[in-house]
Nanobody, 115 residues
Framework: QVPLVESGGGLVQAGGSLRLSCAAS????????MGWYRQAPGKQREVVAT???????NYEDFVKGRFTISRDNAKNMVYLQMNSLKPEDTAVYYC?????????WGQGTQVTVSS
């Protein structure tokens, strides 16, 4: 059973916005640090943003001021609001859940930003 399912990816023009969602199941969601990662063609997977169970957030410099991560512990959901998208944001975006030695990944959702 895959505990994380992403949605919300798609094709958008530069300057546009997308909101990614990740639905978690089969885990005690509130225990987990949730994160969004991305992997562009030919590049390694990299962290985009993370959020603790208490709501503390951390962002990589390349998305600060443009992306916002949030979570709803009651709904077992985590979100990534992406604004002012750039072509270099094009990648497969993955949801991650991490707690102790547990580490889960979603299957990813494609985000493509055209110039």
């Amino acid at each position: 059973q895959v505990p994380l399912v992403e949605s919300g990816g798609g094709l958008v023009q530069a300057g546009g916005s997308l909101r990614l969602s990740c639905a978690a199941s089969g885990i005690i969601f509130s225990n987990y640090v949730m994160g969004w990662y991305r992997q562009a063609p030919g590049k390694q997977r990299e962290v985009v943003a993370t959020i603790t169970s208490g709501g503390s957030t951390n962002y990589e410099d390349f998305v600060k001021g443009r992306f916002t991560i949030s979570r709803d512990n009651a709904k077992n959901m985590v979100y990534l609001q992406m604004n002012s998208l750039k072509p270099e944001d094009t990648a497969v975006y993955y949801c991650n859940a991490r707690f102790s030695f547990y580490n889960y990944w979603g299957q990813g959702t494609q985000v493509t930003v055209s110039s």
